[in-house]
């Protein structure tokens, strides 16, 4: 698929974030990486780099709520327990594959901003929210009354993400290893038999 130069530096800023966080992330270097017209940046980004990283933000948690769909649809055993380990799976694939440099873009942005830009850190809370909710509906798929879905996804999230800052501090993946252990036999138990529908 082929992306327009303003696609391409948001992908850049969520990826450059990723490994550098927001204050270290220059407008030139999202510029470079994304092989964008050096014009490109006031044409496309006129709100400046809380425009571009807002964006960025966005996209990233789009990717992250698509991704939970595309993962339950490989399960083989789809239970709560085994979409977690699936999601925890790839963060411990890339670890393992590409080092422990680059985090998740929304955690870096609001360790960044949420004291400094009210707008960056309403992004970011409107990014998790949007990826709190198809994990929700998952897990309600799987069997989870809605009464308790929606505070589950939140603890799926917040272990996941934990997991992964945790994994980067001590550059080892047996954190995700060890919330996937401990959380798969609470997330399995959670599912109402007579209410399963995957």
């Given amino acids: 698929m082929t992306r327009t130069p303003r696609?391409?530096?948001?992908?850049?800023?969520?990826?450059?974030?990723?490994?550098?966080?927001?204050?270290?992330?220059g407008m030139r270097?999202?510029?470079?990486?994304?092989?964008?017209?050096?014009?490109?940046?006031?044409?496309?980004?006129p709100g400046g780099k809380d425009q571009l990283i807002a964006e960025a933000v966005a996209w990233a948690g789009d990717y992250a709520a698509r991704r939970v769909a595309r993962i339950a649809a490989k399960l083989e055993d789809p239970t709560p327990g085994s979409l977690f380990e699936a999601m925890a799976a790839q963060w411990r694939d890339e670890f393992?594959?590409?080092?422990?440099?680059?985090?998740?873009?929304?955690v870096a942005t609001v360790a960044d901003t949420a004291a400094t830009s009210e707008s960056l850190r309403e992004?970011?809370?409107?990014?998790?929210e949007g990826w709190q909710r198809p994990v929700a509906a998952t897990l309600e798929g799987f069997g989870v009354p809605?009464?308790?879905?929606?505070s589950l996804a939140v603890l799926v999230l917040s272990a996941l993400e934990g997991a992964i800052v945790l994994a980067r501090a001590h550059r080892d993946v047996a954190p995700l290893d060890t919330v996937v252990a401990e959380l798969r036999p609470l997330l399995d138990g959670?599912?109402?038999?007579?209410?399963?529908?995957?």
């Fill in 146 to 150: 809605p009464a308790r879905s929606a």
């Fill in 190 to 198: 959670a599912v109402d038999k007579r209410r399963r529908r995957a």
């Fill in 29 to 45: 270097d999202v510029v470079t990486h994304a092989e964008a017209p050096r014009g490109s940046l006031q044409h496309y980004f």
């Fill in 123 to 128: 992004a970011v809370g409107k990014a998790f």
């Fill in 7 to 25: 696609e391409r530096m948001v992908l850049s800023a969520a990826q450059l974030v990723r490994i550098h966080g927001v204050g270290a992330t």
């Fill in 96 to 106: 393992t594959a590409q080092g422990f440099d680059a985090g998740c873009p929304l």
